[in-house]
């Protein structure tokens, strides 16, 4: 049986009392001292200068010289963190609210500009009803602590986010994780969980991946269980399905699924978190999710902002379009070069590198210098196996930087590979 939970995973690395990987002694005074981890990583600390004017370019400080470089890290898939439109609705936001809202949403922080965006967001996703949240990690952390408790059952994909993670931790909840992507492991977990109220959480697509959660049958499983469905659509809303509203569009499959996530982040270009859902939901979310009653209400300038860049991204596909075309551009070229992208479907392409660290860093230094800007992502973010670089493709970019681009892979990544 396809059950990879049992072997090394994040779930494993995460989740199990492995005292192989990064626990701290037990002499806790003594590590606060002089902390050190067992299993080496490397992060890859560095610099980065200036906003970016577009989200394609920006100033690199490696080694302490300026270099201007090619962006392919930003989650600015659709280029609405600079679109003058979007800039300019914030700015008259900013002139007419100020820059904070100064207080919790429940007490004085609920602004009309909220209410508006959030009243546009649940028409868009089709829901009820919406609930706003000043970060992504904090909605969804509130979510799932909001809605369960223990003795309830969440069925969890293995790479789920640390946010869905923390929020199960939080809620008290058992927490049952299946193998990713894999319908017979998650069968195994619902009846584990039979009986019990139980809540089914996956994303749409999987951010150090790039694949899609198999919608259908994780629904049809869900239904046969009777067991919730939550959706974490950080990385698929305003690119995926017909209308934009994520990879539940794209799969026929919305109104099967009950609670949809969207973090404000990526694609919309600014900041923050929604939850849209029935409106009962939503109403008992606002009593008992403790990131939006207990932290203050997001920025009114920013929520000015992403009003605009929600209407700039639906009234055309323009925009989305074009990020597809990049996509496929990027990926044809990349497999052409019999590169490993593991099984993407989506703008976020690993390119994955193996288990060696110090290559994967040298491999950035390299291609920083060259003029690429590609995040390295080491273990523990990955399994150390399959450490990579995470390339996020975006409309913005020109065919000259995806030549650029794919002429520095190609110098430093391939050539070294193949020698
Ligand atoms: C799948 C997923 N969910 C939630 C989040 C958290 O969103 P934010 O960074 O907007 O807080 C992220 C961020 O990387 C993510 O990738």
């Known amino acids: 049986m396809a059950n990879n939970i049992l072997n090394f995973s994040l779930a494993d690395f995460f989740y199990n009392d492995n005292p192989d990987v990064l626990s701290p002694p037990d002499d806790f005074s003594e590590w606060i001292n002089n902390p050190v981890v067992k299993h080496s990583f490397s992060f890859f600390e560095q610099e980065l200068l200036d906003a970016p004017r577009v989200s394609t370019e920006i100033l690199s400080n490696l080694d ?3 270099r201007k470089i090619i962006n392919l890290t930003s989650y600015n898939y659709l280029g609405l963190s600079t679109h003058p439109e979007v800039v300019q609705a914030a700015k008259e936001a900013l002139e007419k609210y100020g820059l904070g809202s100064s207080g919790a949403p429940l007490l004085s922080g609920t602004l009309d500009i909220h209410t508006e965006f959030a009243r546009k967001l649940a028409e868009f996703k089709q829901k009820e009803d919406c609930i706003l949240y000043s970060s992504g990690f904090g909605g969804n952390v509130g979510a799932i602590q909001g809605m369960m408790r223990k003795g ?24 049952l994780f299946f193998a990713h992507n894999d319908m017979e492991s998650l069968q195994m977990m619902l009846e584990k969980a039979k009986g019990k109220r139980t809540l089914v959480v996956v994303e749409g697509v999987y951010s150090m991946d790039g694949d899609l959660a198999k919608m259908p049958e994780i629904c049809d499983l869900a239904e046969q269980y009777g067991a919730g469905i939550f959706i974490d659509e950080a990385h698929s809303t305003l690119m995926f399905g017909e209308n934009g509203r994520g990879v539940a569009e794209h799969f026929g499959v919305e109104d099967r699924v009950g609670v949809s996530f969207g973090t404000l982040s990526k694609s919309f270009g600014g900041v923050g978190g929604f939850i849209c859902a029935n ?17 203050c209400a997001p920025s009114p300038a920013v929520s000015g902002g992403l009003i605009k860049a929600l209407e700039v991204a639906t009234r055309d596909s323009s925009l989305r379009d074009k990020m597809w075309e990049n996509t496929r551009y990027m990926k044809k070229n990349l497999l052409d070069m019999n590169l490993d992208l593991g099984g993407t479907e989506s703008q976020v392409i690993p390119i994955i590198i193996g ?4 290559k994967l860093m040298s491999y950035a230094e390299k291609m920083q210098k060259a003029g690429l800007f590609l995040q390295p992502v080491d273990f523990p973010a990955v399994p150390a196996h399959s450490r990579r670089f995470r390339m996020s493709v975006s409309s913005q970019l020109t065919q000259e930087e995806m030549d650029t681009t794919l002429s520095i892979i190609e110098d430093v990544i391939v050539k070294d590979m193949k020698s």
């Open 64 to 66: 302490g010289k300026r």
């Open 152 to 175: 309830d059952y969440l069925v969890m994909d293995e790479k789920c986010h640390r946010s869905l993670v923390d929020g199960g931790t939080l809620s008290g909840a058992k927490m």
């Open 279 to 295: 409106k009962d939901l939503i109403r008992y979310l606002k009593g008992y999710s403790s990131p939006w009653n207990f932290s």
């Open 355 to 358: 288990n060696s660290g110090e």
